[in-house]
Nanobody, 122 residues
Framework: VQLQACGGGLVQAGGSLRLSCAFS????????MGWFRQAPGKEREFVAQ????????KYADFAKGRFTISKDNGKRMVYLQMSSLQPEDTAIYYC????????????????WGQGTLVTVSS
């Protein structure tokens, strides 16, 4: 599996960004796609996930109401729309692929993209 994330950048507080992740290299229907982030000096944390086929979306509490995960099966693309961004959202954001049964636990995710940096200025 290869994952290529992009879309990060510098945004002012209150602004929005959309991250994209391209999936390739395997049968996508076997996976759940997740977004994670790692802020400077902090551990990597779960943001959101959704399976390619069926299932339901899951969000971290800080993401609920502000972030939306979506996908385009035909294009093998996963997106993370982020709004009302705050400086504490500054982090490297990673997309990852894990088994359909995952509950968003980092060790479940065996495939990771390279990350894209999101910087939110105050």
């Amino acid at each position: 599996v290869q994952l290529q994330a992009c879309g990060g950048g510098l945004v002012q507080a209150g602004g929005s960004l959309r991250l994209s992740c391209a999936f390739s290299g395997d049968t996508y229907s076997s996976y759940t796609m997740g977004w994670f982030r790692q802020a400077p000096g902090k551990e990597r944390e779960f943001v959101a996930q959704m399976p390619w086929i069926g299932g339901f979306k899951k969000y971290a509490d800080f993401a609920k109401g502000r972030f939306t995960i979506s996908k385009d099966n035909g294009k093998r693309m996963v997106y993370l729309q982020m709004s009302s961004l705050q400086p504490e959202d500054t982090a490297i954001y990673y997309c990852a692929a894990g088994p359909r049964s995952t509950y968003g636990v980092i060790p479940d995710y065996g495939h990771w993209g390279q990350g894209t940096l999101v910087t939110v200025s105050s």
